[in-house]
């Protein structure tokens, strides 16, 4: 997630020669194409565990024929808490890539067959340039968390995402479930109604299929850094009750240390958590229900890389037995 500025058979020498060159030219197609991605990917992902990010910590539609779950209405992250909030009933040995690289979770129907129990997704902002979303699309991609908007690191400036309209509309055309975030720098519950009336009034009431993500990541020197266990709590509750009030859901993005540090989680449950770490499998045992697995990505339709998720609710409905498989 990117801070706001202030701001990846015997045969003749000659036709044995031919043959290495073949063979050799094969190599370098295969490695050097854009699909070719998993293990890219996983040594990204593994790489990555370090990186600024990792402590600090982007309409009813149908996935693309790449074997997601479809996207049924609203999709909710929230956790039951009385059963897997902090034990998740995640098996990872159920992770694996799909044919571009991406991590997808796969579990077992009722008939023996496999099913894939996630959804590909990414999440981007005004950093990410001039996106292409019907190649964006056409790459696998499930669902988009698209930034609206940020609160200034040093001031009380709350500013939107200059690519926010553009990035909602393109993503919804290309037939993409669509969520956001919101950059928070609140210090009181106050100033956290104030940022989620803000994205309100951005969104104008527009559909989305995925949550508004409160995202607060405060590093020392920021204006929100320094507050306490309950305070934290108390400014993510804030902002995602008025974002529930108006008619959507809410959830918590933060990095897997966040989420086990900075929050009650138990008051924050019914809207549920996306987490961030760069790695090849999650360590946390708390339900968190989407996960941001690396910032190296790479997609058709984008230039650079980008943030790569997993959403991972059905796996959870299944396993609360919610989904009939």
Not at 214 to 219: A, L, T
Request: hydrophobic share 40%; net charge negative; glycine share 8%.
């Amino acid at each position: 997630m990117r801070r706001p500025a202030q701001r990846r058979r015997h045969i003749f020498p000659f036709a044995f020669f031919i043959a290495l060159i073949v063979i050799g030219v094969a190599i370098v197609v295969v490695f050097t194409d854009p699909s070719f991605k998993a293990a890219e990917i996983v040594e990204n992902a593994v790489s990555d565990v370090t990186n600024t990010d990792a402590d600090d910590t982007s309409d009813t539609q149908t996935a693309a024929g790449d074997g997601s779950y479809p996207i049924n209405g609203t999709v909710s992250l929230a956790v039951d808490k009385s059963r897997f909030l902090y034990s998740n009933p995640y098996d990872w040995s159920n992770l694996t890539t799909d044919a571009n690289g991406n991590f997808i979770y796969v579990g077992t129907a009722s008939d023996g067959s496999d099913v894939t129990l996630s959804r590909e997704g990414i999440d981007v902002s005004e950093h990410n340039g001039t996106i292409d979303w019907a190649k964006v699309r056409a790459d696998g991609i499930d669902y988009a968390i698209i930034r609206i908007g940020a609160h200034g690191t040093a001031n009380d400036a709350i500013v939107v995402d200059d690519s926010f309209s553009r990035n909602l509309a393109g993503a919804k055309e290309a037939g993409l479930g669509v969520g956001a975030y919101f950059y928070s720098q609140a210090t009181t519950e106050d100033e956290a109604v104030t940022e989620a009336k803000f994205v309100l009034e951005q969104l104008n009431g527009a559909q989305l299929s995925y949550p508004v993500i409160f995202d607060f990541e405060p590093v020392a020197g920021d204006r929100a850094f320094g507050l306490t266990t309950q305070e934290r709590t108390s400014i993510a509750a804030a902002f995602c009750s008025t974002i529930e009030d108006a008619g959507y859901k809410a959830a918590i993005y933060c990095s897997s240390s966040d989420l086990t540090n900075m929050y009650n989680l138990d008051r924050l449950s019914q809207y549920g958590f996306w987490m961030a770490q760069y790695s090849a499998t999650p360590t946390t045992s708390v339900a968190f229900t989407m996960w941001q697995y690396t910032n190296t990505g790479t997609v058709n339709g984008i230039q650079g890389s980008v943030d790569l998720n997993i959403d991972l609710t059905p796996a959870l409905q299944a396993a609360e037995g919610e989904l009939d498989l």
